[in-house]
């Protein structure tokens, strides 16, 4: 079940963590299979313009992973707070999110979520 929440304003932490998790889940597939070539002998894995092979390979691409995820997140957030801050003075932001199946499954159930077109006061 879907239902329209009408948003006033993303916090840059809610921003941030979108984009983190995105991000990261781009890159940890992605450097896993480099650290795996590493592991194998090639030198997939860069750090401080010095290949490495091997186990060093292997323990720093999940770390760097992070690092570019964490790095692009803040990058990305940058623009999408300014985009998205301007883009509410003119209109609110409108979303469909999913309702968990069973209320008790999540923190949110359908009774946490007012309805579409009502705004919560916030201070």
């Known amino acids: 079940m879907y239902r329209e929440v009408v948003i006033q304003r993303l916090t840059v932490g809610a921003l ?14 992605w450097l896993l299979l480099s650290a795996l070539a590493a592991l194998l002998g090639d030198g997939t894995v860069t750090w401080n313009e010095r290949e490495l092979v091997g186990w060093q390979g292997l323990l720093v691409a999940p770390f ?28 609110p932001i409108s979303l469909l999110v999913k309702l968990p199946l069973d209320p008790d499954a999540g923190r949110a159930s359908g009774a946490d979520v007012p309805p579409a077109g009502t705004a919560t006061p916030h201070s």
Do not use: D
């Not at 941030?16 to 597939?29: H, Q, Y």
């Open 64 to 91: 760097l992973a992070v690092v570019m995820g964490a790095v692009g997140a803040a990058l990305l957030t940058l623009v999408l707070a300014v985009g998205l801050g301007l883009y509410s003075l003119v209109r």
């Open 16 to 29: 941030f963590k979108l984009t983190f998790i995105g991000l990261t889940g781009f890159w940890l597939p």
